[in-house]
């Protein structure tokens, strides 16, 4: 059965890497006229890509975003799309790239003592979560930094310890292949402007499907607010102190905003904005036991929350058409999950043996200091055999998410 599962899996999966072309990595100032076939024909295609029959919701009226895709999370299917594959600066947003390949190197206990050489490199203008140096964080402080404020100092930081920014963005350069996220080309791990680092709608949303397999990748894309340390002080009385200062997540449909209201069923992922890239947004929600994915880049109106409002839409829209419409491409496995190699472990980049074996322990909630209980975890349950499990995966390209973080509705 396995045997099978490989075969057939590859024998479907063969065409869309072959179809694939090698554009460059310069942001192009239109949509090329043929883009990458990763994922389907219909995604090479420039345009919306939708397929309208009886029942099925017409698209939403007012996107603005030059590009965007809707897909559903588990079984991969992409329901609409427009300009999936135009290669665009992506902002902040590829930090869920850097924090899906470096994640799993360090225990959230693990402690740095930050030096001055840690913090080179990063961007003026950047967004920095308050990073000092000479103070000592935890692995988790960072990461907190990295998903609520988009720290870019905490990206630094990081990748400090993971032998300084070559290394990282070489690493990350690689992690992207490996998704088959083949628009994408890392040269700031930060998502800062610069020239050639490029992604798309469709690449950052597989990053997104590869780090919410992740339990710690998803329990900090869904933490609201959280307690950062501050700097070390001295007290009227001469005693050195370090007090925390609050930190809120920046994605405005977690945490909502003026005139912009919490989106139900929201539980992540990662918004970014820059001057290349105006605004940036992937996010993951769940309605009715469907878990969506959406990801909107460059909206041209110029409206406030723009991006997240363009979201909004999009996602009512593909909850209404979700087993209604056809789908016009899908979302690929990793590469290693096509062979049932290496990624399929739990854990690892792109790992989705966990979901389909269900070997991770249910998580009571999502406790990153501060989320007030916000977040829950809710575990995808199973006696199947984990070979069983995984062949059934090859067979069906499903990813199931386990412990999928889910907002609770507010008291």
Do not use: C
């Amino acid at each position: 059965m396995v045997a099978s599962a490989l075969l057939v899996s590859a024998a479907l999966t063969a065409p869309a890497a072959a179809a694939s072309p090698s554009p460059g990595t310069s942001p192009s100032a239109k949509p090329p006229a043929k883009m990458s076939a990763v994922g389907g024909a219909r995604l090479a295609e420039p345009g919306t890509q939708v397929n309208p029959a009886p029942g099925v919701p017409v698209l939403p009226k007012g996107i603005s975003a030059r590009s965007w895709i809707v897909a559903d999370a588990e079984s991969g299917e992409v329901l609409a799309a427009h300009n999936a594959h135009w290669r665009l600066a992506p902002a902040s947003t590829l930090k869920m790239l850097f924090a899906d390949t470096l994640l799993p190197k360090w225990p959230k206990t693990a402690k740095h003592k930050v030096k001055l050489s840690d913090l080179a490199g990063v961007g003026p203008g950047s967004s920095m979560v308050g990073i000092k140096e000479d103070e000592t964080y935890t692995v988790h402080d960072l990461w907190l930094g990295v998903f609520l404020r988009s720290g870019n100092d905490a990206v630094h930081v990081l990748s400090a310890m993971n032998g300084g920014v070559e290394p990282t963005v070489a690493e990350m350069n690689k992690h992207a292949e490996e998704l088959q996220a083949l628009d994408t080309h890392v040269v700031s791990p930060d998502g800062y402007d610069a020239p050639k680092q490029v992604s798309s709608a469709y690449d950052l949303t597989l990053i997104a499907r590869s780090g919410m397999q992740k339990k710690d990748f998803r329990e900090y894309a869904s933490t609201v607010r959280a307690k950062f340390p501050g700097e070390t002080k001295k007290n009227k009385k001469g005693k050195k102190v370090r007090e925390s200062f609050e930190i809120q997540n920046t994605n405005r449909l977690l945490t909502g905003d003026a005139g912009l209201p919490v989106y139900k069923g929201i539980a992540g992922v990662k918004n970014g904005n820059t001057t290349n890239a105006g605004a940036t947004f992937t996010g993951v929600a769940e309605r009715d036991g469907r878990v969506l994915l959406v990801t909107v880049m460059n909206p041209e109106k110029d409206g406030h929350n723009e991006v997240y409002k363009e979201t909004a839409k999009l996602f009512d829209w593909g909850f209404e058409a979700a087993g209604k419409v056809e789908p016009v491409g899908e979302l690929v496995p990793p590469k290693g999950a096509q062979a049932g190699g290496p990624s399929a472990s739990p854990g690892q980049a792109g790992g989705s043996a966990q979901g389909a074996g269900g070997g991770e322990k249910p998580v009571a909630s999502a406790p990153a200091g501060g989320s007030s209980g916000i977040g829950v975890a809710l575990s995808l349950t199973g006696g199947v055999l984990a070979l069983l499990a995984g062949a059934a995966y090859l067979v069906n390209r499903r990813w199931p998410l386990p412990d999928l973080v889910r907002r609770r509705p507010r008291d």
